[in-house]
Nanobody
Framework: QVQLVESGGGLVQAGGSLRLSCATS????????INWYRQAPGEQRELVAS???????NYADSVKARFTISRDNDKNTVYLQLKSLKPDDTAVYYC???????????WGQGTQVTVSS
């Protein structure tokens, strides 16, 4: 069973920064993509950013130019750098690893990000 462990969440003031980490128990390059999702109270889970095994990145419009996804292959860890945080960024952030076209779809337990105004 693959494990994904998120860390790095916390309470930050608007305009501040955080770096989230997603450590996997499997070689991250064996996944087609590692995704970061977030879910605010009463809202649906939304895709925030993704990085493919080939290194292609994609971002939700709401976080472009503020969030950066990256990875350290040696550490099997994917990062999400959050900058210029807004209260609307408050949510539980989840890491997700997938292999396209298969049932491989793993989730972490989530890490809370709270942005105060």
């Amino acid at each position: 069973q693959v494990q994904l462990v998120e860390s790095g969440g916390g309470l930050v003031q608007a305009g501040g920064s955080l770096r989230l980490s997603c450590a996997t128990s499997r070689n991250i390059l064996r996944f087609d993509a590692i995704n970061w999702y977030r879910q605010a109270p009463g809202e649906q889970r939304e895709l925030v950013a993704s990085i493919t095994s080939g290194g292609r990145t994609n971002y939700a419009d709401s976080v472009k130019a503020r969030f950066t996804i990256s990875r350290d292959n040696d550490k099997n860890t994917v990062y999400l750098q959050l900058k210029s945080l807004k209260p609307d960024d408050t949510a539980v952030y989840y890491c997700n690893a997938v292999v396209w076209g298969t049932s491989v779809d793993y989730w972490g337990q989530g890490t809370q990000v709270t942005v105060s105004s």
